[in-house]
């Protein structure tokens, strides 16, 4: 069975878009690329032929699993979500216990994981060790340096 799959609105919104784009654009530019390469004879010589074939069957793999991620998400209602544990779409304000510094993130899938937005992978090992946390509790995170610890100070959506 495949594993279902979390994502805000505007998640699954870019992936779908993501997939309209593999599908109208990219598609049928590899298949003019196989035709062109087709028209220039031999096949079994053809490099551009063979490239063409493989950019193909790479781009069918994307496709389909796209199209098996799509068809496995949820959307997540944020209004359903309770604010005072550490769940996926939490926005969390932690601090190192160890130097004191803060950070503030916001746990969501992995496809939509993004560090320029402080966004983390649910799957991640510091969410991995926020979720289920409440404020005020210290939440002990194995990373390959050792072992963290952070105190959650604030979540909200």
């Known amino acids: ?6 994502f805000t ?3 699954l919104a870019k992936l779908k878009a993501e997939l309209k784009q593999l ?14 390469a087709r028209d220039k004879g031999d096949l ?19 496709i389909s699993k796209l199209k098996d991620l ?3 998400s949820r959307v997540v209602d944020e209004s359903e979500l309770d604010t005072t544990k550490v ?14 510094a803060t950070m503030e993130y916001t746990l969501v899938s992995e496809k939509e994981a993004d560090m320029k937005e402080k966004r983390i992978s649910v799957e991640s090992p510091i969410a991995k060790g926020l979720l289920g946390k409440s404020v005020g509790d210290v ?12 105190e959650i100070l604030q979540i909200s959506r």
């Open 23 to 36: 599908e109208t654009v990219e598609r049928p530019s590899i298949s003019k690329q196989i035709a062109e």
């Open 44 to 62: 079994s010589e053809n490099a551009e032929y063979d490239a063409a074939k493989e950019a193909q069957g790479l781009l069918e793999l994307k």
């Open 9 to 11: 609105e505007e998640g």
């Open 70 to 72: 799509i068809a496995n």
């Open 139 to 150: 939440a002990e995170v194995q990373v390959p340096s050792g072992k963290m610890k952070f």
């Open 87 to 100: 769940l996926i779409l939490s926005k969390v304000k932690i601090k190192n216990v160890a130097n004191g």
């Open 1 to 6: 069975m495949a594993q279902v799959s979390y």
